[in-house]
């Protein structure tokens, strides 16, 4: 998921500006999640403005507009409601291959709404918000929300994520296999287990399940 940038992009031009390639400043400004605002950076709701900041500067508007856009946009619907190029697509694939399959978000108890105007929600079996179980990745206590209903051990399953810092790392402190997701190739650090793409993500797992030769 990320965040609609349409939605966002009408609420800066209802008060007068004109964002520059916003869905490009949006993956610019998401990768800071690695850098500037890891979980070093304290709870984010003291460094969300600095965030949003970034992305005003990444998308060359004000950073009050920005603020208040996002504010305007982000009330009745969560904005983070736009599923990434391949959502469906790969969790069909790994659905259809008999894969167990959950979602497990920082959010702030509105994932699954969204979730479910993305299409998305009946796709998946569990899903885990943050803001729901009161507890957030980087803990690796979050994913035990998910693995117990879904019956699996962490060392038998997989979770892909766009963060390093958050979802790798909490993915891995818990047990599970961690993947990374870099959409754009904006990611500065490295990790061994990388794709650009969710298709890429489905083929790779698919072919860990399929049978050797012989």
Known sequence: MQVHVGRLG???????????ELDEAFWRTLATLDSEFGPWAGAWESWF??????????????????REAW??????LHLWD???????????RLREAGLRLGIV???DGRIAGA????????????????GVVDVAKPDPGIFSHALAPLGLAPEETWYLGDTVVYDAAGARAAGLLDWIVDHRGLRSGCHP??????????????????????
């Not at 736009?82 to 069909?92: I, K, N, S, T």
């Not at 794709?195 to 030769?213: H, I, K, M, Q, W």
């Open 193 to 214: 287990r990388r794709v650009s793409s969710l298709g890429e993500f489905a083929d790779a797992v698919l072919a860990a399940r399929a049978p050797g030769p012989g």
């Open 115 to 130: 979730l479910g105007r993305a299409g998305l929600h009946d796709l998946v079996e569990v899903v885990v918000d943050s």
């Open 49 to 66: 403005e600095r965030w949003l900041d970034h992305l005003a500067g990444c998308s060359r508007v004000p950073s009050p507009a920005m």
């Open 82 to 92: 736009l599923p990434v190029p391949g959502a469906a697509e790969c969790l069909r």
């Open 105 to 107: 978000s920082n959010a």
């Open 10 to 20: 009408a609420a800066l031009r209802d008060r007068g500006c004109d964002p520059f």
């Open 71 to 76: 504010r305007a946009a982000d009330g009745e």
